[in-house]
Nanobody, 118 residues
């Protein structure tokens, strides 16, 4: 079992920045990848970013160059630094654990709302 708790969402103006955090517990944090996904009203859930257990990073096309995913092994925490935010980034953001194997996202946080005003 992996438990995930997110924080850091909020309201920001277009062009601004936010940093999301997700703290994991329950399994060895360094043994699995972590990811961020988002879902806007009326839309399907979208992949945002992934960081492997080796800290290799991958991004969705819509956020490349603006968002950065990172992880702190000592704090069991993954971060999503979001810069140059756009109104279309408005969504509920979820962190997820890539566990029990690569490509399987069985554990999810509760979600945190990010709203970008124009």
């Amino acid at each position: 079992q992996v438990q995930l708790v997110e924080s850091g969402g909020g309201l920001v103006q277009a062009g601004g920045s936010l940093r999301l955090s997700c703290t994991a517990s329950g399994r060895t944090f360094s043994a699995y990848g972590m990811g961020w996904f988002r879902q806007a009203p009326g839309k399907e859930r979208e992949f945002v970013a992934r960081i492997s257990w080796r800290s290799n990073t991958y991004y969705g096309d819509s956020v490349k160059g603006r968002f950065t995913i990172s992880r702190d092994y000592a704090k069991n925490t993954v971060y999503l630094q979001m810069n140059s935010l756009k109104p279309e980034d408005t969504a509920v953001y979820y962190c997820a654990a890539e566990y029990p194997r690569v490509g399987v996202w069985d554990y999810w946080g509760q979600g945190t709302q990010v709203t970008v005003s124009s």
